[in-house]
């Protein structure tokens, strides 16, 4: 049988221990307090964040963790020097307006350019200084096989619901391209170490490219104040679990505070990830979704990224985006214009759009010479056969429509294949009768908000169109139901991209809409898209993240587990293993003991097929039993038929069946009843509730107990189980409301049971006895590891420190695992629980051997 620290060295020789090197340090370390320059030692180091406090006056720091940073640069070919300025384009840039004006804002990421090693510390500390940017130098090796290799030709696919099935269009998981990405993701944490103030800082990560940056941060500074948002979409459970490293990923992301997503799809399939990989349920608490994961809660927030209202509206009113404008509607005059504008990519759906636009020209005559798509390729982010096919397929249908549908001075499809300016972007969007978003599967695409608010124009842009001032403005959306933005915009037409015959039904619908139509849901539109900007999301994102934090320095924290398997254990300050020598001590020096010991999972390992007691188990309750001064019980939520037959062989064994409901002394007494419970009737109402949900929930079934039924469902799929349990639940409550009744969930179960039967109630009872009897213990030991034991836990405390003793008993209530609880103590598993039984069971046994010899020479002497 393996103990708890076996299975962790067994993952330590299974799992990926990758011990890098620290990152040579290019960068000074950021000054935070006045006169003392903190310094970070190497992850086997001795130092940790609490060597050192910050004070409270200490400007916090926002630190934005990205791929890359919102820079420009280009090296001056005359003086050889680097010169460097903010990219405006980026959201990382544009999300510092949703923060305080006394909040330091800080990047950490990579330049899109090669430096020569002699030149970054030179970079780097000009960035650092003008610009509050610490780059990241990753070897371009390592930047190809991490970046292009397993990011873009692998992460990014399998995100978009690609799997590398085929060769030809997707690479498969090379365990190499996995280690650049670790390394890199390595890089990445060391540089936000180097400037971080653990006390006050708040760290930001961004995007699938550093998953699992968090847990080389949380291994370094336990209460790392810790955020993740994630740009691209999460895919279902049955995507994600293909990927080998899906446990290393799924756990970093899980060592974050709050976790974004774009959508509740993307949540939701996080969380099912969690559920089924990991067995973690969730819990919505007063709106919040949050994970319990060993002690800490994970929040999961649902909020789609904003534009830039100030950018966008600033760019409207620039003379050259008039200009384009008015050129543009001269070229395209008495033409009702459509608008794209997709990155080459082969999820942006550019094919199905334009075989869409060919089919609304087919169905459609009369549309043709009136109508034109425009559509603007941005240059591609990867690189790939399956990009050059793309490219090649969207260039050979566009001729051919325009080669079937065109004539002298018309061109049904315009493709534009080159870096368009963001002012001629603007132009096109004023002037587009509709916009249409046509991808296969997408994150949060902003271009449906950008067409809105340059549709809504400004006075200097209506005014270069000739729009009258105060006259409506209108805009129509036909997007791509698989996108992020598509939940916010109710108002667009959706559509599935793969049937082409509907997306050409939805352009006509939206080119021949009535304006006043037009109108209403570009009003509806506008409303969301202006107040829910970026920098409404990255203010809504912070506080979530402040509030998640708040509890950080209430707990204490252990990290556990080597490697990527490695997380936090937060718990109670009082909390601790529960010491063998310890309590052995106070077992030896008391003499009216009361043991109470929870069956399945506490001496009995859940994982087990064989649920009948070993005779390791009956031999040291025997033990335990054959002291006088002990009084042992099992309290169990098995019926009593069950446990009498098990226990047959333990004759001064106490045992309390279902939950308490059934309580016996000890072999020879017979079986007491509760006197709460004697009116069973509300099971006729009961029962076939909880039939019906068994019929509808394949691997469920119920367990009728006598004074209790139980619906269990752990064999059920993870999330159709958990739905139906929630759902019965409320159910239940429902038909039972006038019942002396209570129905509670617990772990993989939903029970009913009669009001006031708990273990808490065994515990009171026989400590109870004990001190009417004259016999009030002097020492208590109750171990559990369900829900249901810490009502044991409660009891223990309250009842044995009532009794009028002068000295107050030792209580040892102690749950099995690491986890929050009542309890003050823990115990890893079922194997520290024998080692701590038989621990006793030997002081138990000299006692009573010593006991016997003692009264055999008494008994000669006396003859």
Not at 111 to 128: F, G, H, N, R, T
Not at 318 to 323: A, G, N, T, V
Not at 614 to 626: G, Q, W
Not at 792 to 811: D, G, H, L, R
């Amino acid at each position: 049988m393996f103990s708890r620290s076996c299975i962790s060295l067994l993952e330590l020789a299974s799992g990926d221990m990758l011990n890098f090197p620290q990152t040579p340090r290019n960068l000074p370390r950021v000054m935070t307090i006045e006169g003392i320059i903190p310094d970070v030692k190497n992850s086997d180091g001795s130092n940790n964040e609490d060597t050192y406090v910050v004070p409270s006056e200490c400007r916090e720091k926002k630190i934005i963790v990205a791929n890359f940073l919102p820079l420009h640069a280009q090296k001056d070919v005359k003086s050889g020097r680097w010169c460097f300025s903010f990219d405006e384009d980026p959201i990382l840039l544009q999300l510092k307006d949703g923060f305080s004006s006394d909040d330091v804002v800080m990047y950490v990421g990579s330049l899109k350019v090669d430096i020569d090693a002699s030149e970054q510390e030179e970079v780097s500390q000009k960035l650092l200084e003008e610009f509050n940017c610490v780059p990241t130098f990753l070897p371009p090796e390592l930047h190809k096989k991490y970046y292009h290799g397993f990011c873009k030709q692998y992460l990014w696919p399998l995100f978009h619901y690609m799997l590398p099935m085929c060769l030809d269009h997707s690479n498969r998981f090379d365990r190499l391209l996995w280690q650049a990405y670790v390394s890199a993701n390595k890089i990445y944490a060391d540089k936000v170490m180097e400037v971080i103030n653990p006390e006050n800082d708040y760290v930001w990560v961004h995007d699938y490219h550093l998953m699992i940056l968090p847990t080389f941060l949380r291994r370094r500074f336990t209460r790392v104040k810790l955020g993740f948002f994630l740009h691209s979409p999460f895919p279902s459970s049955e995507i994600y679990r293909t990927l080998p490293v899906r446990d290393e990923i799924l756990r970093a992301l899980l060592n974050v505070d709050l976790i974004g997503f774009h959508t509740f799809d993307y949540a939701r399939h996080f969380l099912s990830c969690c559920s089924r990989m990991l067995g973690l349920d969730y819990e919505s608490k007063r709106g919040y979704i949050g994970l319990e994961y060993f002690g800490r809660t994970v929040y999961v927030k649902i909020l789609p990224v904003g534009i830039h209202m100030g950018r966008l509206q600033s760019a409207l009113n620039h003379p050259s985006s008039s200009m384009k404008a008015k050129e543009i509607q001269e070229q395209f005059k008495g033409k009702k214009l459509i608008v794209g504008v997709d990155d080459m990519d082969i999820f942006k759906g550019i094919s199905l759009k334009l075989l869409a636009m060919e089919q609304l020209l087919q169905q459609h005559p009369e549309l043709r010479g009136k109508v034109v798509l425009v559509q603007i390729v941005n240059p591609a982010r990867s690189t790939g056969k399956d990009v050059q096919e793309a490219k090649k397929e969207t260039y050979s249908t566009t001729r051919r429509i325009n080669e079937v549908f065109g004539f002298p001075g018309y061109e049904p499809v315009v493709l534009i294949d080159r870096n368009v300016p963001f002012h001629e972007k603007t132009a096109y969007y004023s002037l587009a009768e509709c916009c249409i978003v046509n991808a296969v599967r997408d994150g949060m695409n902003l271009i449906p908000y950008k067409y809105i608010i340059c549709r809504q124009g400004t006075p200097n842009m209506d005014k270069a169109l000739g729009i009258p001032l105060d006259s409506p403005h209108t805009s129509t959306l036909v997007i791509s139901e698989f996108i992020g933005c598509s939940p916010s915009l109710s108002g667009a037409i959706r559509v599935n991209p793969w049937n082409i015959e509907a997306v050409a039904d939805a352009l006509n619908v939206a080119i021949t809409m009535p304006d006043l139509e037009k109108q209403l849901r570009h009003e509806k539109h506008y409303r969301y898209v202006s107040s829910h900007d970026v920098a409404y999301w990255a203010r809504s994102f912070v506080q979530d993240l402040e509030r998640a934090c708040k509890d950080h320095y209430r707990k204490r924290c252990w990290g556990i587990g080597f490697g990527l398997q490695f997380r936090i254990l937060s718990l109670s300050p009082s909390f601790r293993k529960l010491s063998i020598d310890h309590i052995l001590s106070a077992y030896k020096r008391t003499n009216r003991r009361a043991i109470f010991l929870d069956y399945d999972g506490t001496i009995m390992p859940e994982t087990s097929i064989v649920k009948t007691p070993s005779p390791e188990v009956i031999s040291v309750l025997n033990n335990l039993c054959s002291d006088p001064k002990n009084t042992v019980f099992i309290v169990s939520g098995r019926g009593q038929d069950s446990l009498s037959e098990w226990f047959s062989q333990c004759e001064n064994l106490g045992i309390a069946a279902e939950h308490g409901y059934f309580i016996r002394w000890s072999r020879k007494s017979n079986w007491e009843t509760s006197s709460l419970a004697i009116d069973l009737d509300w099971k006729r109402i009961a029962e076939p509730v909880m039939s019906l949900y068994t019929e509808a929930t394949d691997g469920s079934y119920i367990e009728s107990k006598e004074s209790a039924l139980v619906w269990h469902h752990q064999d059920a799929d993870p999330d159709f189980g958990s739905c139906q349990a929630k759902e019965m639940l409320d159910h239940l409550e429902n038909v039972l409301a006038n019942e002396p009744v209570v129905v509670k969930r617990g772990q993989h179960i939903v029970e009913v049971k009669p009001q006031g039967v708990t273990k808490g109630l065994v515990a009171e009872k026989v400590l109870s006895m004990m001190i009417g009897t004259g016999k009030a213990p002097d020492f208590v030991l109750c171990i559990g590891d369900d829900r249901s034991d810490e009502d044991m836990f409660e009891s223990i405390s309250s009842t044995a420190y009532s009794s009028c003793q002068n000295v107050p008993p030792e209580i040892f209530a102690c749950t099995v695992g690491q986890k929050p609880s009542k309890a003050r103590y823990y115990l890893d598993d079922t194997v520290d629980v024998m080692t701590l039984l038989h621990g006793l069971t030997t002081d138990s046994s000299l006692k009573s051997r010593c006991n016997a010899e003692f009264d055999q020479v008494s008994f000669e002497h006396i003859y």
